[in-house]
């Protein structure tokens, strides 16, 4: 589809609950990125795919976030043992290639609270 | 210091005022330069890439200094319409980093 498909669009987990966002990026972007956005606007990078290899993970936490792309299903944000701080809207954006932003299309977010 | 820099307003202005937005970057690898929109903390959408040569869409005008890394935005006739979030981004090592976001409030 000509859209950046994210799911859940709200998801409540209680502190310690497992969270599982998914992505399905545009047919035939072969880039997937993450992001988060907390209060105040703050949009931090947490990782990139090049179909479904990781491309560059500089901004994922170690030890609680994982992400994956597999060939054939929608990318994932997995965190595990959420806390109150991962309360955020995640964003994923897809493109064809990883260096030309008017290629990036966002979808509209999933936002995750943590209670 | 944040990669990206901005002013967070927000800036209330009436009808029809010109306003303008100023972003600075510290990362002088930096390889291209955007303004985005974002309207209630829905998906950022991009408004208009910024060039060195400045460029103009209607009534929006970007432009980009290189030497002192600096990227403006200015909007002239104020629509309500534009009352949103504008986010500076930037795009360094594969990745858009974004600043924290100008707010603006247009009145009628």
């Known amino acids: 589809g000509e859209e950046v498909a994210q799911t859940p669009k709200h998801l409540v987990r209680g502190e310690g609950q497992k969270a599982k966002l998914y992505c399905a990026p545009i047919?035939?972007?072969?880039?997937v990125f993450w992001y988060q956005q907390v209060l105040k606007n703050e949009f931090k990078f947490l990782i990139s795919?090049?179909?479904?290899?990781?491309?560059?993970e500089t901004g994922m936490p170690k030890e609680r976030f994982s992400a994956k792309c597999l060939p054939n299903s929608p990318c994932s944000l997995e965190i595990q043992a959420t806390k109150l701080e991962d309360s955020a809207v995640y964003f994923c954006?897809?493109?064809?290639?990883?260096?030309?932003?008017?290629?990036?299309?966002f979808g509209s977010g999933t936002r995750l609270t943590v209670v | 210091r944040k990669e990206v820099e901005q002013d967070p307003g927000p800036f209330n202005v009436p009808e029809g005022a010109t306003v303008a937005f100023n972003c600075t970057y510290s990362n002088s690898a930096s390889q291209s330069f955007f303004w985005y929109r974002q309207d209630c903390r829905k998906e950022p959408k991009l408004l208009m890439s910024?060039?060195?040569s400045g460029n103009e869409d209607g009534r929006f005008t970007a432009q980009l200094n290189r030497a002192s890394q600096y990227i403006s935005l200015l909007i002239r006739d104020s629509k309500l319409s534009d009352s949103a979030t504008y986010l500076c981004?930037?795009?360094?090592?594969?990745?858009?980093?974004f600043g924290s976001g100008t707010r603006l409030l247009v009145r009628p």
């Open positions: 954006a897809s493109s064809q290639s990883g260096d030309l932003a008017y290629g990036y299309t």
């Open positions: 047919k035939g972007h072969s880039y």
């Open positions: 981004v930037v795009l360094s090592s594969y990745k858009l980093i």
């Open positions: 795919f090049q179909n479904e290899n990781v491309f560059d």
């Open positions: 910024v060039y060195s």
